[in-house]
């Protein structure tokens, strides 16, 4: 089993950070890269001629291998909401349509479509929060149910607050079958789950890095399957052009798009600092491999299960969770300052719609879940 990666980041041994859900560390090497980029940001007449090029070049393929992506398929973005109105742009649910979305589902893949829905004539349907906790047979039946046809998934593989997980085989057949499209909200599955779009065959796949893949904010990659790479970009940008710049004469001397998805990259793409964060991270963790991750990941939350359900936690059934992370409720509801509590104690979870929402990543050993557990038992004590 992979073994702890504690000694990659800067956590005191009396913390117990188990929030990768949240945002996680910067490991220390990738802080090193912020700190490279930002000297170079102060001495920009020494950046070389090529440096940009080769930076996009390094994240998008760091990009594509933690989803078994080509490189040319990436685009670089600042968010998934982003990502998500770029997709709308590209795919037109057609009128008369359904657009499925998770009840309560971040609202990153749920917003957009409910903005276009009244003009562009579609609806959006929510697969509503399955009594079993079996995400996975709602949205097939909700797939399969008579009437208006489905036109697309925007959903995540991950339901962002209880932790559910999604099998993507199975709904993107489900999905193809009826030849609609898939947008898949990867944030908390990119790196830390198998999401092979060779496999999968996704229309859009997003991820951002602040999270699971140890890194910085405001850097997010957007996968675009070929057969949508003809579309318009939400951005109209130099760089997405096959002959728009300002080093040449005409300036506008082609304005057909490039191939591939880099036409689809955000304008201001020339992030010194934070591209080659998220590049840093991303390496890392395909380094260690996502099979050995979630190995990892679910060893520590199996080990939280056994203490929290002797403090009263209800736990979901393993089967239908994610490996990494384990949301814990509560039979009279959430202990009024349990996430508060915990932190006074050096203990790390978040409160997500009335559950505590516990996350562990390479950085956590047994250690951590175990002083995690005694002060969630503590909390409780006290709540009692």
Known sequence: MLASQRHLFDIPREVAYLNAAAWSPLPLAVQEAGRIGVGRKGRPWEVGPDHQAAQFARARAAAAALIGAAPEDIALIPSVGYGVATAAKIFAPPPGTRVLVLEDDHSSPVLEWMVRAPAQGFTVEQVRFPADGDWTAAVEEAIARPGPPVSLASIANVHWSDGGALEMDRIAAALRAQ??????????????????????????????????????????????????????????????????????????????????????????????????????????????????????????????????????????????????????????????????????????????????????????????????????????????
Not at 204 to 224: C, Q
Not at 322 to 351: D, K, N, V, Y
């Open 179 to 384: 030849g609609a499209a898939l947008l898949i909200d990867a944030t908390h599955g990119a790196g830390m789950m198998d999401l092979d779009v060779g496999r999968l065959d996704p229309d859009f796949l997003i991820f951002p890095t602040y999270k699971w893949v140890l890194g910085p904010y405001g850097r997010a990659f957007l996968y675009v399957a070929k057969r949508r790479q003809d579309g318009v970009p939400l951005e109209q940008t130099a760089h997405g052009r096959r002959g728009v710049a300002a080093e040449r004469t005409p300036y506008f001397s082609d304005l057909a798009y490039v191939d591939g998805s880099r036409r689809f990259d955000m304008g201001e793409r020339d992030h010194f600092i934070s591209l080659e964060m998220a590049a840093v991270g991303m390496e890392m963790m395909a380094a260690w491999g996502q099979p050995a991750i979630a190995e990892r990941c679910a060893m520590l939350t199996a080990r939280l299960e056994d203490g929290l359900a002797a403090s009263g936690a209800i736990l979901p059934r393993r089967h239908l969770r994610a490996p990494h992370i384990l949301c814990a409720a509560f039979p009279g509801g959430m202990p009024s300052g349990l996430a508060e509590g915990l932190a006074a104690q050096g203990a790390f979870a978040a409160p997500r719609l009335g559950r505590l929402r516990i996350s562990p990543h390479v950085y956590n050993d047994e250690e951590d879940v175990d002083r995690f557990v005694a002060a969630f038992a503590r909390v409780m004590r006290k709540a009692a």
